[in-house]
């Protein structure tokens, strides 16, 4: 396209004038590249992707050319993106009352609270609300350091709980290493048998040995000063690691026999992504049917339509802030915008049966389309996941399971997205994540586009 602006004119004030762009990306792309400051990049090399709208499973670029999208944004848009009955409760209460100070009442937030506590079950008392999943993490472990009079919190080396000062040190990947400003904070590895750390060779032997040597470092460190065992439902990012049977119910165990509290962040987890409303729920995580202390969430309550997250607590842990103030607020805690989704989006997912086509697409069709196409593509060196949260694990080779290279990742991305396929890449993975609403022959059209791209580059 050519430009009709003046040399050295800046675009910066020209939102919503009509005006060509100065590449052939157009104006979204030439505006994010000149102004946005992209996470977790070094800026210069990016190239983003530009999505115009988006309805469903689908987003579509300014073209209008259409893709599924297999990575429901960040993991987040369980109900699909569009869905007239959430945009249609945002805008009612933009019309009614767009913001409310947090210390004051308000039905919509009340109702989006006894909402989620009504998925949560019995076990739980209150909610929190936060802007999002990492400040959720924040506030649940400052609630179980005050309510256990304990400092220290253990966490996996491999999970992921966000971007503020503490929830970066509970998180395992990378990105904890270049932000370790916060003190108390102790890893393990979880179970994960594929690349297990502890020499097992079947499931029952990771799970006896992680759960032990979570306990040798507990005790090593002091129980009394560990207030919390924080761990993912199911660790996402890490590689969507589904803990195995015996797993979470150890973890509830060992922290009941040391006065520790559990901390389950299920922001990528919960709201329908596993085929359940949260992780902990599913029978096949949990057969016992422990519950934890304290839960987090944020993206899946809502698909994100409005930034929120929050923590879900005990009768036990919200009974501790009766008398004694809690230490911690935020201006947008509770806000009507995103309790109005909530709300609308949570009655959605339960009268569509949502949750259960979730589960059933990661049954019927992407747990058995995934698992043929790792006997047809030997780079796929394993499938793991349930419901709607799956992750292809990569590698140059079945024996030795060295992760392919990134260029291998870069390939893949490639022809998936020319093939109208956006993907989800985290290190040697592709993780399999559509939206919960998923529909049976847009999973087949994914799977169908996996093949093609992995023979491609095969
Ligand atoms: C398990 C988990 N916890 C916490 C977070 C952080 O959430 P947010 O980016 O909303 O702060 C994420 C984000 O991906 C997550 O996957």
Partial sequence: MVSTRPAGFSTRFLKGTIMSSTTDRGRAYDLDRAHVFHSWSAQAALDPFVIAGASGSEVWDEAGTRYLD???????????????????????????????????????????????????????????????????????????????????IVSHYRSYHGNTGGAVVATGDWRRVPNEYARGHVHVFGPFLYRSEFWATTVEEECERALHHLERVIQVEGADSVAAILVEGVPGTAGVLVPPPGYLAGLRAIADRYGILLILDEVMSGFGRTGSWFAWQHPDLNPEGIVPDLVTFAKGVNSGYVPVGGVIMSPT??????????????TYSGHPLAAASIVASIDTMTEEGVVEHADRIGREVLGPGLRELAERHPMIGEVRGLGVFWALDLVTDPDTREPVPASTIGALKKELVSRGYLPFAADNRIHVVPPCVITEDEARRGLAILDEAFAAVG
């Fill in 70 to 152: 297999f990575s429901s944004q960040l993991v987040n848009m369980n109900i699909g993106h569009t869905h007239p009955k959430v945009v249609a409760a945002i805008q009612a209460q933009a019309a009614e009352l767009p913001m409310v100070a947090p210390a004051h009442a308000n039905l919509t937030r009340g109702e989006a609270a006894a909402r989620i506590l009504a998925k949560a079950g019995p076990a739980f008392a209150k909610v929190f609300f936060t802007n999002g999943g990492a400040d959720a993490n924040e506030n649940a472990m400052r609630m179980a350091r005050l309510v256990t009079g304990r400092d220290k």
């Fill in 317 to 330: 842990v919200a009974a501790a802030f009766d008398e004694r103030v809690f230490p911690g607020g935020l």
